[in-house]
């Protein structure tokens, strides 16, 4: 089964996630909505946020990148089917929206 996770603001959020698979949902959302550098103590997590200053095509390909780097270092029960992107040109912004599998061993 594959989860789509994004950097989009989620309605819910779990103190107690109630499964591996929410609670490894919910590391990807803050993997992919936290700029690296900004965690005191911990400035590798994240995703590059330098790609901000890069045309559209660029940035989202640097971004994948980024994206593929950090899902691997910091969630590795993750793994990545693909990469898309929610309207990039319409929004002025890039917001990732990432199909992984999940291997969390329930």
């Known amino acids: ?3 789509f996770v994004s950097s989009a603001p989620l309605e819910n ?5 109630q499964n591996a698979v929410e609670e490894t949902i919910q590391n990807l959302h803050t993997i992919l ?9 911990y400035r590798e997590f994240g995703i ?5 200053d890069v045309n559209v ?4 390909s640097l ?3 980024a994206i593929y780097e950090a899902i691997e270092k910091f969630e590795p029960r993750a793994e990545i089917v ?6 990039p040109e319409t929004q002025g912004k890039l917001i990732p929206v990432v199909e992984v599998k999940i291997n969390a061993g329930n």
């Open 1 to 3: 089964m594959t989860y």
């Open 13 to 17: 959020i779990q103190i107690t996630p």
């Open 82 to 87: 693909g990469v898309t992107f929610k309207d």
């Open 63 to 65: 971004m994948v990148n």
């Open 33 to 41: 909505s936290t700029p690296k550098g900004s965690v005191p103590m």
């Open 57 to 60: 095509n660029a940035a989202m």
């Open 48 to 52: 590059d946020a330098s790609v901000i």
